[in-house]
């Protein structure tokens, strides 16, 4: 089946890490691949995204690569900030005659940026 | 400025006293869906609709209503809520249904007691 798998968390780390949060599907077919962002008490909002093998999306500091070897589409951002507190959602969206074009996510990320 | 809109944001409800949440967009988009959103089991699609009177049931539509009668307009209704609907309830909404960004309203707390 369609589905998306991402690193565990909460993951903490010093303003100014580098952070890679590691996003595997598996799908049939193209999806097109997104990451987006919660913060505390807000709502989802788009990250990045890509839409075609080796297509790189990128957003305030953070990229990602659509890897259809690897099945993969990592986050990363080298200079992470207090701000960038929140959780990340990895998501893959199927064509519409594939399960009306919904988006399939992962779990979720929790990350923490401390000072 | 475009965006989806949702209604109320929080909401505190007794068991079986009907609710509608509303959800509208600016942008003539002709796909909406509602997701509900739990600790531990993510994001989850309720039901969706590709255009004007078509709905069609994502993966956990029991319990609940849709219907799509204006482009801009995808309210869901909850008949007789149940405790087991407790949630934290999202609406969106896309150009279309062939993989562009689904775009997401802030987002409704709602709590069945």
């Known amino acids: 089946g369609n589905s998306v798998t991402q690193m565990e968390g909460p993951v903490t780390l010093s303003e100014e890490a580098f952070l890679t949060i590691n996003c595997t599907y598996t799908?049939?077919?193209?999806?097109?691949l997104f990451w987006y962002v919660q913060y505390p008490g807000e709502g989802l909002q788009l990250l990045l995204k890509?839409?075609?093998?080796?297509d790189k999306g990128s957003n305030k500091g953070f990229e990602a690569t659509y890897r259809k070897e690897t099945t993969s589409f990592h986050l990363e951002k080298g200079s992470v900030q207090v701000s960038d507190s929140a959780v990340y959602f990895c998501?893959?969206?199927?064509?519409?005659?594939?399960?009306?074009?919904?988006?399939?996510f992962g779990q979720g990320t929790e990350l923490s940026v401390k000072p | 400025e475009a965006q989806v809109t949702q209604n109320p944001r929080y909401l505190i409800t007794v068991t079986g006293k009907k609710l509608t949440v509303t959800c509208s967009q600016n942008?003539?988009?002709?796909?909406m869906s509602w997701y509900r959103q739990d600790p531990g089991l993510g994001l989850r699609q309720i039901y969706y609709?590709?255009?004007?009177?078509?709905?069609d049931k994502g993966d956990v539509p029991e319990g609940y209503k849709v219907s799509r009668k204006e482009k801009r307009n995808f309210p869901l209704i909850l008949e007789s809520p149940s405790p087991n609907q407790t949630s934290l309830y999202f609406c969106?909404?896309?150009?279309?249904?062939?993989?562009?960004?689904?775009?997401f309203g802030e987002g409704s707390w709602l709590t069945v007691v």
């Open positions: 799908a049939t077919g193209y999806p097109s």
């Open positions: 942008m003539n988009h002709e796909y």
């Open positions: 890509a839409t075609k093998a080796d």
């Open positions: 969106a909404s896309a150009s279309d249904a062939w993989g562009n960004t689904i775009y």
């Open positions: 609709s590709m255009n004007v009177e078509v709905t």
């Open positions: 998501a893959l969206r199927l064509p519409a005659y594939n399960q009306g074009g919904k988006l399939i």
